[in-house]
C-alpha cells in the first residue's frame, strides 16, 4: 500500500571549495511510497537533483500525510 510522507530535507551548500562559507535551508517533499525508508531514499534523491551543490542532506521523514 502506497502512502504519502512528509519529508523535511536540510541541506548545507557551500559557496566554493576555497572558501568555509555555507548556507543552510529546509526542503520540504511530500513523497508517496510504501514504506518511511523509501520515502528517504526517494527525498534525498530529489534534493541532490534540486541542489546539485550540496554537501550535506539530512532527511528525516516526519509524518504520515495520507
Do not use: W
Amino acid at each position: 500500500m502506497v502512502h504519502t510522507f512528509e519529508v523535511l530535507v536540510d541541506i548545507k551548500e557551500y559557496a566554493d571549495q576555497t572558501n568555509n562559507t555555507y548556507q543552510c535551508g529546509t526542503s520540504r517533499y511530500e513523497i508517496s511510497a510504501e514504506s518511511k525508508e523509501k520515502a528517504d531514499g526517494m527525498a534525498r534523491v530529489q534534493a541532490r537533483s534540486e541542489h546539485p551543490k550540496g554537501t550535506e542532506y539530512d532527511v528525516r521523514v516526519t509524518r504520515l500525510l495520507r
